[in-house]
């Protein structure tokens, strides 16, 4: 018998495997990112079709398998209404994903960059912010997983951004352009 591991995760996205099963690219809580397969998920009579859309949150029970996760249970927590009806923050939200999926290599437990990412995506449901508020989000997203991954040393003008909790209420417009070129230099340090 395989031990059931229980987390928290955020699914990033998914494709389809087989006749009804799909796998998904989840960044859990306990383990990072991890790929899992979840049989029979695409049937009409499925429990876990719902629970494991893509980007949502959702409490989750795995067992480990030889080369993928498998999904036993889940139970949705957040499937995040505001930013599926807005293109924009949907578009954000994919490319936060793509660039965990691309800088984060097998499972190393970070439970900064979930925090983070869980700190973001309810910034981006929230319905006053600006579009440029969002974009903010997105920057600041990046720019904390970037120094939570070692490619942004110390920065004294932008500390602010980097410690604590998520917050882009913090944010400062004029910030915008040092952020971005730390950003592309830690995006540069990372080989992308």
Same mark, same amino acid.
């Given at each position: 018998?395989?031990?059931?591991?229980?987390?928290?995760?955020?699914?990033?996205?998914?494709?389809?495997?087989? !006749?009804?099963?799909?796998?998904?690219?989840?960044?859990?809580?306990?383990?990072?990112?991890?790929?899992?397969?979840?049989?029979?998920?695409?049937?009409? &009579?499925?429990?876990?079709?719902?629970?494991?859309?893509?980007?949502?949150?959702?409490?989750?029970?795995?067992?480990?398998?030889?080369?993928?996760?498998?999904?036993?249970?889940?139970?949705?927590?957040?499937?995040?209404?505001?930013?599926?009806?807005?293109?924009?923050?949907?578009?954000?939200?994919?490319?936060?994903?793509?660039?965990?999926?691309?800088?984060?290599?097998?499972?190393?437990?970070?439970?900064?960059?979930?925090?983070?990412?869980?700190?973001?995506?309810?910034?981006? !449901?929230?319905?006053?912010?600006?579009?440029?508020?969002?974009?903010?989000?997105?920057?600041?997203?990046?720019?904390?997983?970037?120094?939570?991954?070692?490619?942004?040393?110390?920065? !004294?003008?932008?500390?602010?951004?980097?410690?604590?909790?998520?917050?882009?209420?913090?944010?400062?417009?004029?910030?915008?352009?040092?952020?971005?070129? &730390?950003?592309?230099?830690?995006?540069?340090?990372?080989?992308?």
């Amino acid at each position: 018998m395989h031990p059931i591991y229980h987390t928290r995760g955020i699914i990033l996205g998914s494709f389809e495997s087989g !006749e009804a099963d799909r796998r998904l690219a989840i960044y859990a809580e306990d383990f990072g990112l991890i790929y899992a397969h979840a049989q029979g998920i695409r049937k009409l &009579e499925s429990k876990l079709r719902f629970a494991l859309q893509d980007f949502s949150l959702a409490e989750i029970d795995l067992v480990r398998g030889r080369a993928l996760w498998r999904v036993t249970s889940a139970t949705s927590i957040e499937t995040f209404p505001l930013i599926r009806g807005d293109s924009h923050s949907l578009a954000l939200f994919a490319h936060m994903a793509g660039l965990i999926r691309t800088l984060c290599h097998g499972e190393e437990d970070n439970t900064l960059i979930f925090a983070d990412l869980s700190g973001a995506l309810a910034a981006l !449901e929230r319905e006053d912010l600006s579009r440029e508020r969002r974009e903010a989000v997105e920057h600041l997203f990046v720019l904390r997983m970037l120094g939570h991954l070692g490619y942004i040393g110390n920065h !004294e003008a932008l500390g602010g951004y980097l410690s604590g909790a998520f917050n882009v209420d913090i944010y400062d417009p004029k910030d915008r352009e040092a952020i971005l070129v &730390e950003i592309n230099r830690g995006l540069k340090e990372s080989q992308l």
